[in-house]
């Protein structure tokens, strides 16, 4: 069966400091990949898709950035963090690019910037 | 672009009563909706979808929801609460092209 694996599942960075979040998936191949960011209080806002090996679709302007290195292994990543980054990160996957099945949530990172 | 709107960002219940949670949308071609149920600090899970097949899905955990194309609606429902189904449910839209929408949430409470 296929599984979604994020870490870490909790951050704290101090402000301008760089970020690395990872994501991969099992038991599937040429998966859709998407990072998802939840303030508090707030819906998910879409930040990144992506639908194969260095492929990455940007939805949002802002300082952090994706990497599809490897067929099922997605990764957030940021230079330098702001206060207005903190948040719970989300990645998930699709098997179609037309959302038909829905979508398979990792378990979440949440990061607080200080 | 599509978008939806969830009514009521808290819903009270208690144990045993029915459960409705509003979602509409609205999409410029015929959609795909979903519900996620997300519990505190978990990612989200999905409840139930709509893929233009019957217009009453029915998901796990005795949840369902009707699609309403005239009231541009997905509605949730459940017959009767359990303690068990406090959490946040998020209502989802997409047009099939990597484009999935959330809507801001509702958060249920289950009183015994």
């Known amino acids: 069966s296929q599984t979604i694996h994020q870490w870490p599942a909790t951050l704290v960075q101090p402000v301008g400091s760089p970020l690395s979040l990872e994501c991969t998936v099992e038991g599937t191949s040429n998966p859709n990949l998407y990072w998802y960011r939840q303030a508090a209080g707030r819906g998910l806002q879409l930040l990144f898709y992506?639908?194969?090996?260095?492929?990455i679709s940007s939805e949002v302007p802002q300082n952090l950035s994706a990497s599809r290195p490897q067929d099922r292994q997605f990764i957030l990543s940021s230079k330098k963090l702001l206060l207005s980054d903190s948040g719970f990160y989300l990645c998930?996957?699709?098997?179609?690019?037309?959302?038909?099945?829905?979508?398979?949530f990792g378990s979440g990172t949440r990061l607080t910037v200080v | 672009a599509q978008s939806v709107t969830q009514l009521g960002s808290h819903v009270s219940v208690s144990e045993g009563a029915l459960v409705l949670l509003r979602c509409n949308y609205s999409s410029s071609v015929p959609p795909y909706l979903f519900w996620y149920v997300q519990y505190p600090n978990q990612g989200l899970q999905l409840l139930l979808k709509?893929?233009?097949?019957?217009?009453l899905v029915k998901g796990i955990n005795d949840f369902e929801a009707e699609f309403k194309k005239s009231e541009t609606s997905f509605h949730l429902t459940k017959p009767s609460a359990h303690m068990s189904d406090a959490a946040e449910y998020f209502c989802a839209v997409s047009e099939g092209n990597n484009d999935m929408r959330f809507g801001a949430g509702t958060r249920l409470t289950v009183k015994p």
């Open positions: 992506s639908v194969g090996i260095g492929q």
């Open positions: 998930a996957w699709s098997p179609d690019t037309g959302n038909y099945y829905g979508y398979t």
């Open positions: 709509y893929t233009s097949a019957a217009t």
